[in-house]
């Protein structure tokens, strides 16, 4: 066996499963590699940069819910492509390919459970499914959300991630800012508090309605947060916009929302505010 033989032998090559890509995460804004496993146990969140990744519903619910433990509700029944759209694919067609990608029914999922003994009901919009975009379903699912609040007597906790409105749906996508807002007046009505975690990205039609009309305000550092894009803002007034304009710590200094909280602190923060806000049945029980 020659010298060389001899070192290739000797090199501890990984087993296929456990290759590069699935044992280190790239921070998308700094470049650091990141271990998998200290990326997960640090909540997606960079140790470099303090980089907040955008992560789904499955994720949230198990961080934020007592034990993991929860019950995802049902996702509500909706007319597809009720328009006939269709650009470069057919609606169907992207519906069908998010589905299988995501795993999802569509945007935004809700699920009940127990925060630090508390009941909640926890939506999560995910901008992984088409960019989290807001039409009938997700209208629909905010909805089933706040109707499951009332019906349990608990707050109603949502975490927004959009890029705005579901182009493929319409004047009928636009028609979800009315009827959230009716949802939410329900809600108040009935003496329950509905907190917003703004995430990255929050924007569009979404943060023109249901996204700021919580009780209380709150976002994830970093997050992109408004209604139009910056650069489309800029030709309009023909000004350049201060540096961080949109971002989670410019709208709290300006304020526009009430706080700013890392994702490793979310979870104690939610279950302190739910427990203040929380009826006072539900706090006896």
Known sequence: MSWLSRVRSGIPFLPK??????????CSKCGTMVFVKEWEENYSVCPRCDFHDRIGPTKRFEQLFDAAEYEL???????????????TKRYTDR?????TANGERDALVNASGKLDGLDVIIGVQDFGFMGGSMGIAVGAAFLAGVRAAIEENAPYILFT???????QEGILSLMQMPRTTVALAELKEAGLPYVVVLTDPTTGGVTASYAMLGDIQLAEPGALIGFAGQRVIEQTIREKLPEGFQRAEYLLEHGMIDMVVPRSQL???????????????KKAA
């Open 73 to 87: 509700l049902p996702a509500p029944e909706v007319r597809e492509d009720p328009l006939r759209f269709r650009d």
């Open 17 to 26: 499963r456990q290759t590069v890509e699935n044992l280190w995460h790239k």
């Open 267 to 281: 979870r104690d923060k939610l279950a302190l505010l739910v427990s203040y806000l929380a009826p006072e049945s």
């Open 161 to 167: 991630a959009a890029g705005g409105a579901r182009m």
């Open 95 to 99: 519906l069908k390919t998010a589905r």
